[in-house]
């Protein structure tokens, strides 16, 4: 018979597989299940492993708040070296849990994060070794560090084909294709990302799966393929429909996308639906973003009061990452409407 920690990482691992596929509904459900488990159990490595594994759930599904909570109680125990024997356990609710801090507004917290999963990773396992440098190249692709996020991926691709590992490989392949992208190598990173969107595919992994087609609508917009560009964000949009923690992101770059063939209303539109969608969300980050795109907008159609007021809430909200790429552009934007 199982004993009850056997059924915690059973279920816990279950979950896991399950939210991959893009199924975040029952992979919650499961998670649930394995926390409920994990507290009449009692150890540190179930409570450490099932909290952390809800907070997967949490993120991907938008439940920003909760995935912070989840990862504040989970990440108690992270330290515990049964943790390490957990296949992908620790290094991947880092990563996560860093990719969660971004989002909210906390970029520094996010590096610190990050920099706890760097440590944490057994540099003897190659699917350690992958799955954290492609979680610090992602974070580095947030933050526009374009360079950093070549090297790393690049490392995770060599290890990935080396080893075989289908469910790395695809994510992977995006990340370098996008960074790749990012130091103006947009014929290679455009080849790179719809391999590894083809990858995914293959592998049935789909919880990322609508970033990686948003980067591609982006790219194709940048180039002039902007009906391409369209279709491409449209499928994103619908292609995995639980997956909302970068969904106001998704919105905001279909409404460049309009705006770029003047349809104007329309970009508004999703402009502001991007917008209240990630003040739901607790999603700093992407209502930064999205307020920069409404801003720029406004003050191109005259109400240029408007967009001054709209951008400075947001970019006051900030208490750290002046520094950053986006914070910088927000700044230099708010001054320019200030002018």
Same mark, same amino acid.
């Given at each position: 018979?199982?004993?009850?920690?056997?059924?915690?990482?059973?279920?816990?691992?279950?979950?896991?597989?399950?939210?991959?596929?893009?199924?975040?509904?029952?992979?919650?459900?499961?998670?649930?299940?394995?926390?409920?488990?994990?507290?009449?159990?009692?150890?540190?490595?179930?409570?450490?492993?099932?909290?952390?594994?809800?907070?997967?759930?949490?993120?991907?599904?938008?439940?920003?708040?909760?995935?912070?909570?989840?990862?504040?109680?989970?990440?108690?125990?992270?330290?515990?070296?049964?943790?390490?024997?957990?296949?992908?356990?620790?290094?991947?609710?880092?990563?996560?849990?860093?990719?969660?801090?971004?989002?909210?507004?906390?970029?520094?917290?996010?590096?610190?994060?990050?920099?706890?999963?760097?440590?944490?990773?057994?540099?003897?396992?190659?699917?350690?070794?992958?799955?954290?440098?492609?979680?610090?190249?992602? +974070?580095? @692709?947030?933050?526009?560090?374009?360079?950093? !996020? $070549?090297?790393?991926?690049?490392? =995770?691709?060599? %290890?990935? /084909? &080396?080893?075989?590992?289908?469910?790395?490989?695809?994510?992977?392949?995006?990340?370098?294709?996008?960074?790749?992208?990012?130091?103006?190598?947009?014929?290679?990173?455009?080849?790179?990302?719809?391999?590894?969107?083809?990858?995914?595919?293959?592998?049935?992994?789909?919880?990322?799966?609508?970033?990686?087609?948003?980067?591609?609508?982006?790219?194709?917009?940048?180039?002039?393929?902007?009906?391409?560009?369209?279709?491409?964000?449209?499928?994103?949009?619908?292609?995995?429909?639980?997956?909302?923690?970068?969904?106001?992101?998704?919105?905001?770059?279909?409404?460049? +996308?309009? @705006?770029?063939?003047?349809?104007?209303?329309? !970009? $508004?539109?999703?402009?502001?639906? =991007?917008?209240? %969608?990630? /003040? &739901?969300?607790?999603?700093?980050?992407?209502?930064?973003?999205?307020?920069?795109?409404?801003?720029?907008?406004?003050?191109?159609?005259?109400?240029?009061?408007?967009?001054?007021?709209?951008?400075?809430?947001?970019?006051?909200?900030?208490?750290?990452?002046?520094?950053?790429?986006?914070?910088?552009?927000?700044?230099?934007?708010?001054?320019?409407?200030?002018?």
């Amino acid at each position: 018979m199982l004993v009850l920690d056997q059924i915690v990482k059973f279920i816990a691992s279950k979950s896991a597989g399950v939210l991959v596929s893009g199924e975040l509904t029952a992979a919650a459900k499961l998670a649930d299940q394995a926390v409920d488990l994990a507290i009449r159990e009692g150890s540190e490595v179930c409570l450490g492993y099932a909290y952390g594994v809800r907070m997967l759930s949490s993120h991907f599904l938008g439940h920003l708040v909760d995935a912070e909570n989840d990862f504040a109680v989970g990440s108690a125990f992270f330290g515990n070296p049964d943790m390490r024997e957990i296949p992908a356990g620790v290094v991947s609710l880092l990563i996560v849990g860093s990719w969660n801090a971004w989002i909210m507004g906390h970029p520094d917290l996010a590096v610190k994060r990050e920099a706890m999963m760097v440590a944490a990773a057994d540099i003897a396992k190659p699917h350690d070794r992958v799955n954290s440098w492609y979680g610090s190249a992602r +974070l580095r @692709l947030y933050m526009r560090e374009y360079r950093d !996020a $070549e090297t790393l991926a690049a490392k =995770a691709l060599d %290890l990935c /084909q &080396k080893h075989e590992f289908p469910q790395q490989l695809g994510l992977v392949e995006c990340i370098l294709g996008c960074a790749r992208v990012g130091i103006n190598c947009a014929n290679e990173g455009i080849a790179l990302i719809r391999q590894g969107i083809q990858s995914q595919r293959e592998a049935h992994v789909f919880a990322e799966l609508p970033d990686w087609m948003t980067n591609l609508a982006v790219v194709l917009g940048a180039i002039g393929a902007t009906n391409e560009a369209l279709d491409t964000i449209e499928q994103a949009l619908a292609a995995a429909p639980e997956v909302v923690a970068n969904e106001p992101e998704r919105l905001r770059v279909r409404g460049e +996308l309009l @705006l770029n063939q003047g349809s104007l209303d329309k !970009a $508004e539109g999703d402009f502001r639906e =991007a917008i209240a %969608l990630a /003040q &739901k969300m607790g999603a700093k980050a992407w209502e930064l973003r999205a307020s920069m795109s409404l801003a720029r907008l406004l003050r191109d159609t005259g109400r240029r009061d408007e967009a001054h007021t709209l951008l400075a809430d947001i970019y006051n909200w900030f208490t750290e990452g002046f520094d950053t790429a986006y914070l910088k552009d927000a700044k230099a934007l708010l001054d320019e409407l200030s002018a």
